[in-house]
């Protein structure tokens, strides 16, 4: 038995690796478009609010998809959908780079954010089957960290694109190469379930206790249906205020990510620049806080989520308020650019872990999949909104750190009504 349990040990590890690996290369299809708007504005001629409005299309048809296949994770496995997701990406970011026009990059862009919807929710509910909820923290604070690091790598190819002075086009070519390899290997090393290897669940996972709160008919039932996972998965109120308050911290995330490159490239967009490296300090941070953020849910609160996310998204709030008011400077713009990234990001992994402590793995998949639409359609609001304000402002770009501010106060803020 021993031996059989250092085989499932390995096997564990061995999914989450590649689950891992795979949603690494996942943001080099939608977290390039920061990195693009000043060219785009150049050769095209279109202003910030409009592109702002191109950021949410993709945003809200992401959302859009996390509620569909999330569900659809649940019922056909996340390898296959992951997978699938990575080679639509792919094929649509190569058409937004054929853009003549306002059109032209709005459509791809919003049905890239479609094919980016098939795999965060999917390959959480992988996870969710290979990992027990003691463990869950530190699993989805590496799940979220491989997310943080693929931030740093959207943003680190982008940047080398620049400083080749290739054209903003080759932005949306040459990362998501990476992605399209990526979808290959994870189809070929992942398996949805256990059972798939020849392991019994039951056997090597403790108990959930949401699921042991199921009631009968529901865990014995063969032909549950999506509407019925949606109805358990809505009835749970502290689900949903927990899907309120992760709405604010993805306004809050993606108003950084979107807008911090615009604000450091400035007027010279092309070419090497120190100002545009330091928007490495953004993603590097994020990935360092989601990992610490799990470990400290699991080890430090004991499972008590609502309150590591009150305390990041407060100290978030505190960051953001120190970098609109304290003046440029390279050191000190690096690091307190890295504490934004740490404290706004570091909470995703919190949340996740919430849809199976809160719901059972046997929602995980839908659960996820409606808390990240909350995500991203409040998301996708904040984006022409600060695109508005910054080009009605005269281009101050600065504005977009006491927006995220007020932001991440909101999300706190709700979040201390979720209760375990």
């Known amino acids: 038995m021993a031996g059989e349990d250092r085989r499932f040990r390995r096997a564990q590890w061995r999914i989450l690796w590649a689950t891992m690996l795979c949603y690494f290369f996942y943001y080099t299809g939608r ?30 048809c992401y959302a859009a998809g996390q509620a569909v296949n999330g569900n659809l994770g649940d019922r056909f496995g996340g390898r296959r959908m992951m997978s699938l997701g990575a080679l639509l990406s792919c094929l649509f970011n190569w058409g937004v780079s054929f853009a003549g026009g306002l059109a032209g990059l709005m459509v791809p862009w919003a049905i890239n954010g479609y094919a980016q919807s098939m795999g965060w929710a999917p390959g959480s509910r992988v996870l969710s089957n290979w990992w027990g909820r003691l463990e869950r923290g530190k699993v989805y604070g590496l799940y979220v960290g491989a997310a943080g690091l693929s931030s740093v790598l959207a943003f680190t190819t982008s940047n080398l694109i620049l400083a080749l002075e290739l054209n903003w086009r080759w932005i949306f070519r040459l990362p998501v190469l990476l992605l399209l390899l990526g979808g290959a290997v994870y189809y070929r090393m992942a398996r949805d379930r256990p059972s798939e290897l020849g392991f019994t669940g039951s056997n090597h996972l403790e108990a959930d206790p949401a699921e042991d709160r199921a009631a009968p008919s529901s865990r014995q039932e063969n032909g549950e249906t999506a509407w019925h996972r949606y109805r358990q998965v809505c009835s749970n109120w502290r689900f949903m205020i927990a899907s309120l308050a992760i709405g604010f911290q993805s306004l809050a995330r993606y108003g950084l990510l979107t807008w911090v490159p615009v604000h450091f490239l400035g007027k010279g967009w092309r070419g090497f620049s120190a100002r545009s490296w330091i928007t490495l300090a953004l993603p590097v941070g994020m990935a360092l806080g989601a990992v610490c953020s799990g470990w400290l849910s699991d080890r430090v609160f004991h499972s008590n989520r609502s309150r590591v996310i009150f305390l990041f998204m407060t100290a978030a709030f505190l960051a953001c308020t120190a970098m609109y008011l304290l003046p440029y400077h390279f050191f000190w713009s690096l690091a307190l650019l890295a504490l934004c990234g740490f404290f706004t990001y570091g909470p995703q992994s919190a949340f996740w872990a919430l849809c199976p402590d809160l719901l059972g793995t046997r929602y995980a998949g839908t659960g996820t999949g409606v808390m990240n639409m909350h995500a ?41 009504f979720v209760r375990r």
């Open 376 to 416: 991203y359609l409040l998301a996708g609001l904040g984006e022409p909104f600060i695109g508005w304000m910054i080009q009605r402002s005269g281009d101050n770009t600065g504005l977009v750190f006491p927006v995220v501010a007020g932001a991440c106060l909101l999300s706190g803020s709700i979040a201390l």
């Open 31 to 60: 977290q390039t478009l920061g990195f693009a708007i000043p060219g785009i504005e150049q050769e095209l001629g279109i202003g910030k609010a409009s592109l702002g409005w191109v950021s949410s299309a993709m945003l809200w």
